[in-house]
Every structure is written in C-alpha cells, then in structure tokens.
C-alpha cells in the first residue's frame, strides 16, 4: 500500500511539473498575446475638454451713460429726465474647447509632438460691477419726481445699468487686443498642460488664422 500511494504521489508531481512546462512554452509562443493600444489622442481631448471654456482674458472697462426722457408737448421741468451714469464691469474673452473633434488634435506617432486647432477667442456678456457704477446726476420734472416720492419710480435704473452693459461690451468689440490676448494666453495655458502631459513639441493654432510663419 505504501508503495502504491508513493507511486500516486509521484506521477502526480510529474503531471503537474508537465503542465506547468506546457504552460510556460505557450507562453514563449506566446499565441494569446497582449496588444499595447495608443490613446493618447482621445485622452488628450479629454483633458482639454475638461477645461469647458477656457476663460483667457478679461477686460475691464467703464463708460459714461447719458439717457435723457423728454415727453412732447411738455416742458422739461414738468415731465422729463436726464440720467448721467458711470458703468464700471468687465467683459470676458473665451476660447471653448467644448467642442473639439478628433481631428482638431493630431498627435505624432512617438508622441512627443501635438497640434491644436482651436475655436478664435469670442466675447461674453458684460457683467456691471454695482460697487464701482454709480448715477452721477439725475434731473427730473416735477411729475417724474411725485411718481418717485409713490413709489412708481421703482425700477427706473434698470435701463441705465441695461444700456450700460450693451455700451461695455461695445466697447469691448471695439478693441481687437482683447481678443488676441485671449488667444495668446489660451495658447500659453494649453501648451503647458500638453507638455505637462509629456509632449516635448507643441503647437496651437486657431481656425481661419494665419498659419505660423516655418
């Protein structure tokens, strides 16, 4: 009995020793192998996308709002008003990076080098700073000022502070230097985060600009 159970033992270990070299030699031939896949595209785009809109500059501006109301037939010192108002905000410049497709982002085989295609820069809406805006003068005729004392003045600065975001962000469209700050830094920002990620080369461009001088 001995010898036969030192027998079982035996050709036990001598199986297991077969399969484990049949198990190693499958693995030199190697049939089932491991295929490394470059994302680096995708990934890329992804970490741009992220950022959203990319907020690159803002300019910061005040203008002088002058409205005056004049009812016809009427004089002005009993129905009529002039408002003299200073507007202080900022306007922001964005590059969205929202919608990015594949092909905005080319990535070289050795990933060491990218290039970029991005939207031009585009103004926001004005934003009226309420601390640094104020009415500096306001005349009003006679009827203008019992309708403020009732109460039916009430609202009556909303269509200052409206005409005074419409004249920050014209004035903001007027100057193109807000814009092309927006891109140069857009650009500073996102070749930091690419070579960040490793990309020894990189070059940002935006559609319909000039392309870079070789």
């Known amino acids: 009995m001995r010898d036969s159970g030192s027998s079982l ?7 297991a020793a077969a399969i484990l070299a049949m198990v190693f030699l499958i693995s030199q031939l190697n049939p089932f192998g491991e295929d490394t896949i470059d994302r680096s595209g ?9 950022l959203g809109e990319l907020k690159s500059a803002t ?6 709002v002058d409205v005056e109301h004049d009812t016809n037939n009427v004089p002005d010192f009993l129905k009529g008003e002039r408002v ?11 590059v969205d990076l929202r919608e990015l497709k594949d092909e905005d982002i080319k990535v ?3 990933r060491l080098s990218a290039t970029l295609t991005l939207p031009r820069a585009e103004l926001r809406g004005a934003t009226i ?7 500096v003068s306001r005349d009003r005729g006679l009827f203008d000022r019992v309708e403020d004392f009732v109460g039916n003045g009430v609202g009556r600065d909303q269509e200052v502070y409206d005409l005074g975001r ?5 004035a903001a469209a007027a100057d193109p230097d807000i814009l092309l700050q927006a891109e140069e830094n857009a650009k500073a920002t996102l070749t930091g985060l ?3 990620l490793g990309f020894e080369r990189v070059d940002v461009r935006f559609q319909g600009a000039d392309p870079p001088e070789s």
Do not use: H, W, Y
């Open 9 to 15: 033992l035996t050709r036990a270990a001598v199986a």
């Open 42 to 50: 995708p990934a890329v785009i992804k970490s741009i996308e992220n």
């Open 84 to 94: 003299l108002f200073v507007a202080a905000g900022k306007v922001d410049a964005v």
């Open 166 to 170: 419409r004249k920050l962000e014209q």
């Open 129 to 135: 700073d309420t601390k640094r805006s104020k009415v």
């Open 59 to 64: 300019a910061n501006l005040q203008v002088i």
């Open 108 to 110: 070289s085989d050795d």
């Open 194 to 196: 690419l070579k960040g």
